[in-house]
Nanobody, 130 residues
């Protein structure tokens, strides 16, 4: 049984930082590209970042480029998202998800909301106050 669990969300002031973690079990972690997604109330889910199976390729939405850093530790089956210089518009529920890939890159699905991703966590709330 596959489980994906996010943690690390919280309330932070604008300009602050948070580090999200996502632990996956029940799957071969390095067979999967991993993505971070977010959804704010009344808005569609959007892709934030994706990292390839090995961690050698990373992708970011323009809105977070230069502020967020995605990484993974395959030995620990864990995905991370370091978020710096947070803005009120970053407020959302953040989800991580797994996409089975044969090759070491992310498909374009991550930037379109991740509809093809197989496994999803329950999310962790990030709230940025102004």
């Amino acid at each position: 049984q596959v489980q994906v669990v996010e943690s690390g969300g919280g309330l932070v002031q604008a300009g602050g930082s948070l580090r999200l973690s996502c632990t996956a079990s029940g799957l071969t972690f390095n067979d999967y590209a991993m993505g971070w997604f977010r959804q704010a109330p009344g808005k569609e889910r959007e892709g934030v970042s994706c990292i390839s199976r090995s961690g050698g390729r990373t992708y970011y939405a323009d809105s977070v480029k230069g502020r967020f850093t995605i990484s993974r530790d395959n030995a620990k089956n864990t995905l991370y998202l370091q978020m710096n210089n947070l803005k009120p518009e970053d407020t959302a529920m953040y989800y991580c998800a797994a996409d089975r890939r044969w090759f070491d890159y992310c498909s374009s699905s991550w930037s379109a909301g991740g509809a093809e991703y197989l496994y999803w966590g329950q999310g962790t709330q990030v709230t940025v106050s102004s």
